[in-house]
């Protein structure tokens, strides 16, 4: 039986299938984040002010929304990595508030594995989270 997760991707419920995910480029990107991605993106005990950049779990709910499919949401976020672009942003309100994000000194396949280790949820979820959420409670509203 397919593990399947029901999610509450900003405010849409999402449903994803965990079957197909590939195990060794989730392990290959939890490998990498620490290094690559939770500089910025780390939570711990900063609260949501004190961050250099959005929350993963805030940025995979967003992902999520938009992509709820597993290849076009590590799709969608490889592109992004490789090259990103305010106007390819999927969260304007935060780049707004961080500023676009420095692109990330590793190879097409690295960013692949980051991507499906996001999709695949592991990523640290705030204790402000609920908070989080009131922030972004109208980003429906611009799809």
């Given at each position: 039986?397919?593990?399947?997760?029901?999610?509450?991707?900003?405010?849409?419920?999402?449903?994803?299938?965990?079957?197909?995910?590939?195990?060794?480029?989730?392990?290959?990107?939890?490998?990498?984040?620490?290094?690559?991605?939770?500089?910025?993106?780390?939570?711990?005990?900063?609260?949501?002010?004190?961050?250099?950049?959005?929350?993963?779990?805030?940025?995979?709910?967003?992902?999520?929304?938009?992509?709820?499919?597993?290849?076009a949401f590590?799709?969608?976020?490889?592109?992004?990595?490789?090259?990103?672009?305010?106007?390819?942003?999927?969260?304007?309100?935060?780049?707004?508030?961080?500023?676009?994000?420095?692109?990330?000194?590793?190879?097409?396949?690295?960013?692949?594995?980051?991507a499906w280790?996001?999709?695949?949820?592991?990523?640290?979820?705030?204790?402000?989270?609920?908070?989080?959420?009131?922030?972004?409670?109208?980003?429906?509203?611009?799809?």
């Open positions: 039986m397919p593990l399947v997760l029901l999610l509450a991707a900003c405010e849409k419920r999402v449903e994803i299938d965990l079957s197909s995910v590939p195990m060794d480029a989730i392990k290959q990107g939890v490998a990498l984040m620490p290094t690559y991605c939770h500089t910025c993106h780390r939570v711990g005990e900063l609260e949501i002010d004190e961050m250099l950049a959005p929350p993963l779990w805030g940025v995979r709910a967003h992902y999520l929304a938009y992509f709820p499919d597993a290849a590590v799709d969608a976020m490889t592109e992004f990595l490789l090259e990103p672009q305010a106007e390819k942003s999927l969260l304007p309100l935060e780049v707004a508030h961080y500023g676009l994000k420095a692109p990330v000194s590793l190879a097409e396949a690295e960013l692949r594995s980051v280790a996001i999709y695949a949820g592991q990523v640290e979820r705030p204790t402000w989270s609920r908070e989080y959420r009131k922030r972004h409670r109208d980003c429906e509203a611009s799809w």
